[in-house]
């Protein structure tokens, strides 16, 4: 079990977040930086970027490049990231 905004969703294991949202309905992952356009994946495969989302409290993860793990929270990623909002790898 995963949720997204809030709801929970029942996925399979073992396929990537983007997999799972899209095939739970989803289709508004993230707002674009100019415009506020809802956006959702388009490669699934790490070339395009339209499939940030924020994962656990970490934002801009790539939904396509992720697997779902039981218990994730998953949110939108609306528009720009701040700079110290990204912890590159950090442990804090
Ligand atoms: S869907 Fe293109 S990078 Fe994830």
Known sequence: MIAFEGNPL?????????????????RHF???????????????MGVCFEC??????????QGCAVSVREGMRIS?????V???DLSFGETS
């Open 10 to 26: 029942k996925v399979p294991a073992g396929i990537s977040v983007a997999a799972a949202l899209l095939a739970s309905g989803a």
């Open 30 to 44: 993230r707002s674009s930086v100019v415009g506020q356009a809802p956006r959702a994946p388009y490669c699934m």
């Open 52 to 61: 940030l989302v924020e994962i656990d409290g970490v934002p801009a993860q």
């Open 76 to 80: 939108r990623q609306d528009g720009a």
């Open 82 to 84: 701040e700079l110290a």
